[in-house]
T-cell receptor, first 114, second 113 residues
Framework: AQSVTQLDSQVPVFEEAPVELRCNYSSSVSVYLFWYVQYPNQGLQLLLKYLSGSTLVESINGFEAEFNKSQTSFHLRKPSVHISDTAEYFCAVSEGYNTDKLIFGTGTRLQVFP | NAGVTQTPKFRVLKTGQSMTLLCAQDMNHEYMYWYRQDPGMGLRLIHYSVGEGTTAKGEVPDGYNVSRLKKQNFLLGLESAAPSQTSVYFC????????????FGPGTRLTVL
């Protein structure tokens, strides 16, 4: 069975510092990987996804994530965070094509301080 | 396009009462989902639907029922609410399983006393 582990429940960081949010998954088959972001009092929004091809994927607001098959990881990074990045971040996995369900991690709350 | 909308936004129930949460999407998506979000547990799938007239159980279906009579609507029902069902409920929809991006509604905060 698939599972997703987000090792850090909270990550406090100062503005303009780099950040890494960790995500590891377990699956016996090929996977698709996603990061969703939830701003306060809102629903989840897709931040970026890995389906195939280049293992490094980027979002429009400066986040990037790298799919590492050997380490079964999909860590999210940003070189310089802003106050507006304060949110909860969820990693999710689905097992390949033509599956209708995502498995979510428990989330990491990123708190950016001025 | 409004995307995915949910009504109501907030609700307080007493134990044993019933209610229905409505989810609507205007993107012509085939797939729709109901999740609950609890602190420290992320999102857990309650029920989902792969098309009009179909429903299936997710990870935590007990105590909930669903219906998908129209493609654009997905209803979540609680027949006899329990305090353990206090949660934030999110609806989502997706175009097809291969694409797999889910679009979420703003959520319904339900408290059962």
């Amino acid at each position: 069975a698939q599972s997703v582990t987000q090792l850090d429940s909270q990550v406090p960081v100062f503005e303009e510092a780099p950040v890494e949010l960790r995500c590891n998954y377990s699956s016996s088959v090929s996977v698709y990987l996603f990061w969703y972001v939830q701003y306060p009092n809102q629903g989840l929004q897709l931040l970026l996804k890995y389906l195939s091809g280049s293992t490094l994927v980027e979002s429009i607001n400066g986040f990037e994530a790298e799919f590492n098959k050997s380490q079964t990881s999909f860590h999210l990074r940003k070189p310089s965070v802003h106050i507006s990045d304060t949110a909860e971040y969820f990693c999710a996995v689905s097992e390949g094509y033509n599956t209708d369900k995502l498995i979510f991690g428990t989330g990491t709350r990123l708190q950016v301080f001025p | 396009n409004a995307g995915v909308t949910q009504t109501p936004k907030f609700r307080v129930l007493k134990t044993g009462q019933s209610m229905t949460l409505l989810c609507a999407q205007d993107m012509n998506h085939e797939y729709m989902y109901w999740y609950r979000q609890d602190p420290g547990m992320g999102l857990r799938l309650i029920h989902y639907s792969v098309g009009e007239g179909t429903t299936a159980k997710g990870e935590v279906p007990d105590g909930y029922n669903v219906s998908r009579l129209k493609k654009q609507n997905f209803l979540l029902g609680l027949e006899s609410a329990a305090p353990s069902q206090t949660s934030v409920y999110f609806c989502a929809s997706s175009r097809d399983p291969g694409y797999n991006e889910q679009f979420f509604g703003p959520g319904t905060r339900l408290t059962v006393l």
